[in-house]
């Protein structure tokens, strides 16, 4: 089955401790995007990588640092440093393909920090 | 600035009814698309449908089409014959040079028995 995984479903964390969610996709496509939605409010994107080891900030990229070593994988890391880390977080990957730009989106990681 | 605005917070539609839900978009780009997403209460994002700013034809997917009005900036998600199990938050959305993608605030659809 291809698709994209993200887990865990829910995390808790202590403020102050780094954590990163992980987003794994095995559908061979190019680009992958984080997104952070808080209640009630559209997706805002943080970070995306059109290709293996480049990536870029989106649009609230700050206290947020991630990695694209493999074309498989793109975690995020939400460090100290985000100042309302709790929220839900959505990966997304996309093939890129000229007049193909749906995005595949994971189910999703609830973050709680208290 | 690249801007999404979704001015229909919230809607009540009757079952088999057909719906539009509005999408203004502000964008300086040529090349752009316009993407609709469903978010059930369950969190998980479902593509609906897609445009490209060249495209001369409205897009549809089954009972989904995308009114495209380039002048107007305008691209409005119509659904025909409502289900029940149409009931979710709605999110347009657009994609714009070196990959990039915004997302508007969404409207929240409810359907009516």
């Known amino acids: 089955d291809g698709g994209i995984t993200q887990s865990p479903k829910y995390l808790f964390r202590k403020e102050g401790q780094n954590v990163t969610l992980s987003c794994e996709q095995n559908?061979?496509?190019?680009?992958m995007y984080w997104y952070r939605q808080d209640p009630g409010q559209g997706l805002r994107l943080i970070y995306y990588?059109?290709?293996?080891?480049?990536?870029q900030k989106g649009d609230i990229a700050e206290g947020y640092s991630v990695s694209r070593e493999k074309k498989e994988s793109f975690p995020l890391t939400v460090t100290s440093a985000q100042k309302n880390p709790t929220a839900f977080y959505l990966c997304?990957?996309?093939?890129?393909?000229?007049?193909?730009?749906?995005?595949?989106f994971g189910p999703g990681t609830r973050l709680t920090v208290t | 600035a690249q801007k999404i605005t979704q001015t229909q917070p919230g809607m009540f539609v009757q079952e088999k009814e057909a719906v539009t839900l509005d999408c203004t978009y502000d964008?300086?780009?040529?090349?752009?698309?316009l993407f609709w997403y469903k978010q059930p209460s369950s969190g998980e994002m479902i593509f609906l449908i897609y445009?490209?700013?060249?495209?001369?034809q409205n897009a549809t997917e089954g009972r989904y089409s995308l009114n495209f009005q380039k002048a107007r900036k305008s691209a409005n998600l119509v659904i025909s014959a409502s289900q029940l199990g149409d009931s979710a938050m709605y999110f347009c959305?657009?994609?714009?040079?070196?990959?990039?993608?915004?997302f508007g605030k969404g409207t929240r659809l409810h359907i009516l028995p």
């Open positions: 997304a990957s996309s093939p890129r393909d000229r007049g193909t730009y749906e995005q595949y």
């Open positions: 964008t300086s780009d040529q090349s752009y698309g």
């Open positions: 445009q490209g700013s060249y495209d001369e």
């Open positions: 559908l061979n496509h190019d680009a």
């Open positions: 990588s059109q290709i293996v080891n480049d990536f």
């Open positions: 959305a657009m994609i714009y040079r070196d990959d990039k993608i915004i």
